[in-house]
C-alpha cells in the first residue's frame, strides 16, 4: 500500500529536550515536505526537499532542521524546541515535476505539544 | 510570490444544498491548483488539481472546481451536499516559475445540516 508513515503520532515534551519526527514514503517519490498546522494558519511549509541532499526552507523554517540521506526518510528535527513549536506536523511526499510540486501524499500528523 | 486566500473560515450548508467554497491565488498563473479535503484526526488527502488541461477539473466525490483566470479564483462546487462532506477543505498553489514550494490557503471548514 502506498503510503507515508509518521512517528510518533503524539508527543509531549519540555522546552529544550531535542527531538525528531521520522517520516517515511514508499512511493519512490523525490520531493518531501514539512508542514505545520495551525487554527486559522491553514499549512505552513517548513521545509522541502528535492532529492537526496537536496533541502531547502519553507516559509517558517526556524527552529527546525532536516536532512535528506536517503530517498524515502525525511526526518524533521527540533534542536531546542519551545512552547510556539507547539502544533500538529504532516510529512508529505510527491512526485518531481519540472513545472512545480505535483499533488501531494500526507502522512496521518504528528500533534507535538512542547511545555 | 505566490498566495492563496479562501474566503470563508466556516461555511454551513443544509443537507441537498448546492456547496460553494471559494479560493482565489494571486496574480500569476501557478502551473497546478489543488484542492484537498482533511477529515477530522486525518491527514489531508487530494480531491482535484488544475494542471491547465481543463478549466473545469472533476475530483472525488462529486465535486469539482473551475479555473478562471480573469478573476484568479479556483472555487470549489458540489451541487447537492451530504453529511458526509464535513470536513475542512485546503486550497493551494505549487509555486511554479522554478521554485517548488507549496502555499495553501488558511482553509474553510465545511459544516452540513440535517
Same mark, same amino acid.
Given at each position: 500500500e502506498a503510503q507515508v508513515t509518521q512517528n510518533p503520532r503524539y508527543l509531549i515534551t519540555v522546552t529544550g529536550k531535542k527531538l525528531t519526527v521520522t517520516c517515511s514514503q514508499n512511493?519512490?517519490?523525490e520531493y518531501m515536505s514539512w508542514y505545520r498546522q495551525d487554527p486559522g494558519l491553514g499549512l505552513r511549509q517548513i521545509y522541502y526537499s528535492m532529492n537526496v541532499e537536496v533541502t531547502d526552507k519553507g516559509d517558517v523554517p526556524e527552529g527546525y532542521k532536516v536532512s535528506r540521506k536517503e530517498k524515502r526518510n525525511f526526518p524533521l528535527i527540533l534542536e531546542s524546541p519551545s512552547p510556539n513549536q507547539t502544533s500538529l506536523y504532516f510529512c508529505a511526499s510527491s512526485r518531481r515535476s519540472g513545472q512545480g510540486t505535483d499533488e501531494q501524499y500526507f502522512g496521518p500528523g504528528t500533534r507535538l505539544t512542547v511545555t | 510570490a505566490q498566495s492563496v486566500t479562501q474566503l470563508g473560515s466556516h461555511v454551513s450548508v443544509s443537507e441537498g444544498a448546492l456547496v460553494l467554497l471559494r479560493c482565489n491565488y494571486s496574480s500569476s498563473v501557478p502551473p497546478y491548483l489543488f484542492w484537498y479535503v482533511q477529515y477530522p484526526n486525518q491527514g489531508l488527502q487530494l480531491l482535484l488539481k488544475y494542471?491547465? @488541461? @481543463?478549466t473545469l477539473v472533476k475530483g472525488i466525490n462529486g465535486f469539482e472546481a473551475e479555473f478562471k483566470k480573469s478573476e484568479t479564483s479556483f472555487h470549489l462546487t458540489k451541487p447537492s451536499a451530504h453529511m458526509s462532506d464535513a470536513a475542512e477543505y485546503f486550497c493551494a498553489v505549487s509555486e511554479g516559475t522554478g521554485g517548488f514550494k507549496t502555499i495553501f490557503g488558511a482553509g474553510t471548514r465545511l459544516f452540513v445540516k440535517a
Open positions: 512511493m519512490n517519490h | 494542471t491547465s @488541461a @481543463a
